[in-house]
């Protein structure tokens, strides 16, 4: 097995591979450097069966689009990834193989809610969720502490302790450790029981992303800038959120909310279905086609996509665009099909 960190900076890819029969994943490519990912396969003589984000990221343009696009590697992450652009859901417990190697999916969120680690013959790569004396921040992009402390510490701290962690950043120049060590001395986990470690996570008071506009929307929605102009961090932070009960109350009420469905045509006829009654307003096109619903402007509208991600964006748009009754679907139809409620195709 070749398993590599390919970048030697504080945001971490890796290669997993089998020599052997000349297979490989990248994991967390960064969109900057896929020549050198594309050098170092070639250079070993092997074809790359997927790229992988371990979650959305905040920090980075996630280089997987990419490498779709030149080598035509499929584009995987959890089930809970918002982009359209995944091409393979992964979900907890799954196992898939690299040549002869296996690796096994565990669903890891608190971060994010697509967090997950990568399980493979003794190692860990546990994305944003456990550092080496650290763990991601879980303030934005659908973060929670509460999750992140389950994550760690019934999941990963499951693994055998003599299990190698390959963490997703290390800003103090660390490369590996074990879940034994993290266990023992990671200074926001060790010792901390759930309700210490939510006070500790949420009370961090970190400075807000600046990349908001530059990554996190593009990667969860698959756009780039030019074809949008995203909301900024103020104006995410302000949209308002229905989870499922509520929006089936909102249902029945005599006031019953448009469905504004911002996903990709091929999403709304596709596996997840949609919600009876909504609309398919793809997010590219929500700016130029808001005459479509101006009648509801003063009327409730609820915001609906694959996660809850690019419905933020568009329910932010809709705001700052003078809609005053606007919310967002939290989840969106995963969370709606987990519930096991129904859809249309
Ligand atoms: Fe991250």
Redesign the pocket.
């Given at each position: 097995m070749i398993l590599r960190e390919l970048n030697g900076e504080s945001s971490k890819t890796y290669l997993i591979a089998d020599e052997g029969r000349g297979r490989a994943v990248l994991v967390d490519p960064l969109w900057t450097h896929v020549e050198r990912y594309l050098a170092v396969l070639a250079y070993h003589r092997l074809e790359l069966d997927m790229a992988i984000d371990?979650?959305?990221?905040?920090?980075h343009l996630s280089g997987c689009p990419q490498l779709r696009f030149l080598v035509g590697a499929p584009f995987a992450m959890h089930k809970w990834a918002p982009s359209p652009a995944v091409d393979i859901h992964l979900e907890d417990g799954e196992e898939f193989s690299v040549g002869d190697l296996t690796v096994r999916v565990l669903h890891t969120p608190g971060?994010?809610p697509d967090?997950m680690s990568l399980v493979v013959e003794g190692h860990v790569l546990t994305?944003?969720t456990l550092f080496i004396g650290g763990c991601?921040?879980t303030d934005f992009?659908g973060g929670d502490a509460g999750s992140q402390y389950d994550s760690v510490t019934r999941k990963l701290f499951t693994l055998p302790d003599e299990t190698v962690v390959h963490p997703?950043?290390d800003y103090r120049g660390n490369t590996t450790s074990t879940i034994d060590a993290e266990k023992r001395t990671n200074p926001r986990l060790a010792n901390r029981t759930r309700p210490d470690f939510i006070h500790l996570m949420n009370n961090l008071n970190l400075s807000p992303p600046q990349n908001i506009q530059e990554v996190l929307q593009p990667n969860q929605s698959a756009l780039g800038r030019d074809e949008i102009s995203f909301p900024d961090w103020s104006e995410l932070k302000q949209v308002r959120l229905v989870d499922i009960e509520g929006l089936q109350a909102m249902l029945l009420s005599d006031k019953p909310p448009l469905l504004v469905d911002v996903r990709e045509p091929g999403e709304y006829s596709g596996e997840l279905g949609h919600l009876a009654g909504s609309i398919l307003l793809p997010l590219r096109e929500l700016i130029n086609r808001l005459e479509d619903i101006d009648e509801h402007k003063e009327a409730p509208v609820v915001t609906v996509c694959r996660a809850g991600m690019r419905s933020a964006t568009a329910a932010a748009i809709l705001g700052k665009s003078g809609f005053t009754d606007v919310s967002n679907l939290a989840g969106g139809l995963v969370a709606w099909n987990e519930a096991g409620l129904p859809v249309e195709r």
């Open positions: 371990t979650h959305t990221h905040a920090d971060h994010t967090g994305g944003d991601g921040r992009a997703g950043h």
